[in-house]
Structures are given as structure tokens and as C-alpha cells.
């Protein structure tokens, strides 16, 4: 999904559209910084994956054990989601 601004002049729109057209390897970026800190970094502050609600039956000792591991039992669907995507990842390779 493309979305316009239009705080932007017509040059601007068009100087966007000519880099658009342009191949990567073809656009100057040496007048921007290379960022190496990423300490203050906020994640999902642009992407979000596509979340998908849905009823799932796990044992209770897994659910048991993400909530035990979890700070004040909050977050442990997350940590799940995050085992699920790192076992994915792992089993892509092979």
C-alpha cells in the first residue's frame, strides 16, 4: 500500500519518482550516514507482520512454562510466536 503525502511540492514528487526509476546501485547515498547505533531503535515502529487471531490448543505445561519465563506472565503468546518463527527458520535451512 502506497501512501501519498502531500506536504510534498510537485519537484519533490517528481524527484522521488525519478530515484523510484532508478537502480539501486545508481543512487548516490554517500551524503547519508551509515547508522551503526541502533541502541534507541524502535522496533515495529514501520512494519508490523500480519497477525492472525486464531484458537489453538497447546499443553497446559508449554503455556505453563512461556508464563512462568514471561515478566508478570505478560508477553508469553510473543515468546511463543517466537519460538514457533526461530523452529521455522531452523527447519527452512535443512
Known amino acids: 500500500m502506497k501512501k501519498e503525502n502531500s506536504d510534498l511540492t510537485p519537484a519533490q514528487v517528481a524527484e522521488l519518482a525519478a530515484l523510484a526509476a532508478l537502480p539501486d546501485d545508481?543512487?548516490?547515498?554517500?551524503?547519508?550516514?551509515e547508522q551503526r547505533d541502533w541502541s534507541e531503535a524502535k522496533r515495529?515502529?514501520?512494519?508490523?507482520?500480519?497477525?492472525?487471531?486464531?484458537?489453538?490448543?497447546?499443553d497446559a505445561d508449554l503455556i505453563a512454562w512461556f508464563k512462568d519465563h514471561a515478566p508478570n506472565g505478560e508477553g508469553y503468546?510473543?515468546?511463543?510466536?517466537?519460538?514457533?518463527?526461530?523452529?521455522?527458520?531452523?527447519h527452512e535451512q535443512g
Not at 515495529?44 to 497447546?58: D, E, M
Open 26 to 33: 545508481q543512487i548516490n547515498t554517500r551524503d547519508i550516514p
Open 44 to 58: 515495529g515502529l514501520f512494519f508490523r507482520p500480519i497477525k492472525k487471531q486464531l484458537t489453538l490448543r497447546l
Open 77 to 90: 503468546q510473543t515468546s511463543i510466536n517466537s519460538a514457533l518463527r526461530e523452529y521455522v527458520a531452523q
